[in-house]
């Protein structure tokens, strides 16, 4: 694939509303407040959850959610600013949904402090880890859209 290709889109230019929701309203201030807030949503987080290396790896996603999402903001280089933030939402939902859905702790994941368990539960809370990789994952497919840097660029 030429970066041509990676850049180009047909798509309308409202692909602006799901570009703002992913990078806006989501990824770019979740990643700031990993940053500012590492106890509760970085670091200290990572450590409730199970993740591995949480020191390393809270400011790291903040940084990589921040990043990412100020990218996928301008419409610039969408498709490539998709993908680490599909991985980030898939081990977010493996870390912290699996376990609500299974009712135990999977593997180094934790449960945590759940009063409900199981299908409709694990529905609940992943409502807005779900609509954020499936808003990623419609932009790696389609692209920035008309109004974006990726389309001006590829012209």
Request: glycine share 12%.
């Amino acid at each position: 694939m030429t970066s041509n290709n990676i850049l180009r889109t047909g798509e309308s230019g409202w692909t602006l509303l799901v570009r703002l929701l992913v990078g806006l309203i989501v990824f770019l201030p979740e990643g700031i407040q990993k940053l500012v807030y590492p106890d509760v949503l970085g670091a200290g987080r990572f450590i409730k959850i199970g993740i591995p290396f949480p020191e390393i790896m809270g400011p790291f996603v903040g940084v990589v959610e921040i990043v990412c999402g100020s990218l996928i903001i301008l419409g610039l280089f969408t498709r490539l600013a998709a993908v680490p933030l599909i991985i980030i939402m898939i081990v977010a939902l493996v870390s912290t949904k699996l376990p609500i859905l299974l009712g135990h702790d999977v593997g180094m994941f934790h449960l945590g402090d759940i009063k409900r368990l199981g299908f409709w539960s694990a529905m609940h809370e992943s409502r807005a880890d779900l609509t954020m990789l499936f808003g990623c994952v419609y932009l790696l497919i389609v692209g920035a859209g008309k109004w974006s840097l990726d389309a001006r660029l590829a012209r």
